[in-house]
Nanobody
Framework: QVQLVESGGGLVQAGGSLRLSCAASGGTFSIRAMGWVRQAPEKEREFIAAISRGGINTNYAASVKGRFILSRDNTKNTVFLQMNVLKPEDTAVYYC???????????????????WGQGTQVTVSS
């Protein structure tokens, strides 16, 4: 079973950038897609991005497409989420997650993920 630890969250002004990292240990990192999901206060979890196990394919929610970039380094068991042009509505806890199966390419359904980090808070001030 993989353990996921996010880092890089914080407070940033609107228009700014942050880079989140997710370090994996144990389990099998490189054979499964990875994703990021966020949850704002009093809202349900929202899929925002996924990357295939080899890092070739990515999938973004419409709300972040063109602003966020997801990448992975399988040699370091790490996933990176570069977040640019941040908006106040991006404020949320961001969770790193691993796909439930090895054949899912870039799943966008939260039910297709079964390993989760503890989350990192991102706050964007206006």
């Amino acid at each position: 079973q993989v353990q996921l630890v996010e880092s890089g969250g914080g407070l940033v002004q609107a228009g700014g950038s942050l880079r989140l990292s997710c370090a994996a240990s144990g389990g099998t990192f490189s054979i499964r897609a990875m994703g990021w999901v966020r949850q704002a206060p009093e809202k349900e979890r929202e899929f925002i991005a996924a990357i295939s196990r080899g890092g070739i394919n990515t999938n973004y929610a419409a709300s972040v497409k063109g602003r966020f970039i997801l990448s992975r380094d399988n040699t370091k068991n790490t996933v990176f989420l570069q977040m640019n042009v941040l908006k106040p509505e991006d404020t949320a806890v961001y969770y790193c997650t691993q796909a439930r199966t090895s054949w899912a390419t870039t799943p966008s359904s939260i039910s297709e993920y079964d390993q989760w980090g503890q989350g990192t808070q991102v706050t964007v001030s206006s």
